[in-house]
């Protein structure tokens, strides 16, 4: 059974962006896989490494458009892609000293963090850009 399964539920109504979330949510997906099957530290390490870089790659295209279309919650939004890249990095640096103590505490915070701020912070943004004719 999967981490988190895509639904409609966290459909923005922006193509780009949804197939962005559905490939973050299987990333998240394939991480908590692999710790499953006792994957080496390695595999671990390069699934965490693909989904931090993949974040980036996201959010530097939410804020593209956020910026490019005027969206007033732009500076809050962008501040929250901060913290987020900030924590990643401490979970990576920890993953890195000890694999096996990581785990459950970082794929909770994963589903969590992402599933809240798609709910809720990136749902902000949805009305805003369609109306500027972002589908």
Known sequence: MSLITWSDEFSVNIKEIDNQHRQLIEMVNQLQRAMKEGKG??????????????????????????????????????????????????FQRLYKQNPTGLSVQLLNFLKNWLSDHILKTDKQYTRHLNNQGVT
Do not use: C, W
């Open 41 to 90: 530290a390695a595999v671990l390490n390069d699934i965490l490494q693909r989904l931090i870089d993949y974040t980036d790659y996201h959010f530097s295209t939410e804020e593209r458009m956020m910026e490019a279309y005027h969206y007033p919650g732009y500076i809050h939004h962008k501040a929250e892609h901060e913290a987020l890249r900030r924590k990643v990095q401490e």
